[in-house]
């Protein structure tokens, strides 16, 4: 993936483009989003792999609360089957995506329980404090560095007082940096698949000190911990198919989550916004296709 400097106005047009015309296509070989044939666990032909990302998204079950609205920002597909959990404790899933294509793919996977539109993470068409909770998967890395801030402005904009909202990211810690430097060879053997598109898609990660002073600087409170150590291609590397080190992995990322943080791939940043005005109306965003 590419981290560059493009028109602001570029990038996000890029970023559609590059899902619905290869991103949110199936892959002829396996049949998966060409996403996930290229990013995820299932992907690599790995089933430690496999089994190491989706216990990752499944730990994370319980953890969105209750309430009217789930806001999906940027919901893609809803690519993982273990995504679909996440919203069962709300009436609807408001699923909001640039693709038409993802939102597609989201309706036939959810149904009756989603609410999809066609809207852009920088100037959500939503109301203030609509949202009871929600999540935005793999996504504000995909936006152009210098409107990242916006996004996470909007989705603080749309949370109600005492809402949480749950952000996964790729993350780029320096340690994890300089250990990726020192791998880089022995990885070329297990790169990305499409590798030239892969170089095609805009991806600007930030640090865990980015993600800390932003947070703060945003006024809500902030967890920062680690999702996963290890990129699927890595996995791979380091311990081929087997599925015997998924338990100890989980185990020490469940354990220690911001001490691995230091070598995380992938983070969670959980952001609250305050405490909830007792008896205060909400407006409720309409429904939308």
């Given at each position: 993936m590419r981290d560059d400097?493009?028109?602001?106005?570029?990038?996000?047009?890029?970023?559609?483009?590059?899902?619905?015309?290869?991103?949110?296509q199936r892959d002829a070989g396996t049949g998966l989003y060409n996403d996930t044939a290229t990013f995820s666990g299932a992907?690599?032909?790995?089933?430690?792999?496999?089994?190491?990302?989706?216990?990752?998204?499944?730990?994370?079950?319980?953890?969105?609360?209750?309430?009217?609205?789930?806001?999906?920002?940027?919901?893609?597909?809803?690519?993982?089957?273990?995504?679909?959990?996440?919203?069962?404790g709300y009436k609807h899933r408001v699923c909001i995506d640039l693709s038409i294509v993802a939102l597609r793919e989201a309706r036939a996977r959810v149904g009756a329980h989603g609410i999809f539109i066609n809207g852009d993470l920088t100037a959500l068409p939503l109301r203030d404090g609509s949202i009871d909770g929600g999540v935005s998967a793999y996504t504000i890395q995909h936006i152009d560095s210098r409107q990242q801030l916006a996004a996470l402005r909007e989705l603080v904009r749309v949370l109600a007082p005492g809402g949480s909202f749950c952000i996964i990211t790729g993350i780029e810690p320096p340690l994890r940096r300089w250990a990726f430097t020192l791998l880089r060879p022995l990885l070329r053997k297990h790169t990305y698949k499409h590798k030239q598109r892969v170089e095609a898609l805009?991806?600007?990660?930030?640090?865990?000190?980015?993600?800390?002073?932003?947070?703060?600087?945003?006024?809500?409170?902030?967890?920062?911990?680690?999702?996963?150590?290890?990129?699927?291609?890595?996995?791979?590397?380091?311990?081929?198919?087997?599925?015997?080190?998924?338990?100890?992995?989980?185990?020490?990322?469940?354990?220690?989550?911001?001490?691995?943080?230091?070598?995380?791939?992938?983070?969670?940043?959980?952001?609250?916004?305050?405490?909830?005005?007792?008896?205060?109306?909400?407006?409720?965003?309409?429904?939308?296709?």
């Open positions: 400097v493009r028109p602001k106005d570029a990038v996000g047009d890029s970023v559609r483009h590059w899902y619905d015309e290869h991103g949110w992907g690599t032909g790995s089933a430690g792999a496999a089994l190491y990302e989706a216990q990752s998204y499944r730990d994370l079950n319980g953890g969105f609360g209750t309430g009217r609205l789930f806001l999906d920002a940027a919901s893609g597909p809803i690519a993982h089957a273990e995504y679909v959990p996440w919203s069962a805009y991806y600007h990660a930030q640090t865990p000190a980015w993600w800390r002073s932003t947070l703060q600087g945003l006024g809500v409170q902030g967890e920062l911990h680690t999702l996963r150590m290890l990129r699927m291609n890595e996995y791979k590397l380091l311990f081929g198919d087997s599925i015997r080190p998924v338990h100890w992995l989980r185990r020490i990322e469940r354990a220690c989550p911001r001490l691995t943080l230091a070598l995380a791939e992938s983070a969670v940043v959980l952001v609250t916004k305050g405490d909830r005005h007792v008896g205060a109306p909400r407006e409720q965003v309409p429904a939308q296709d």
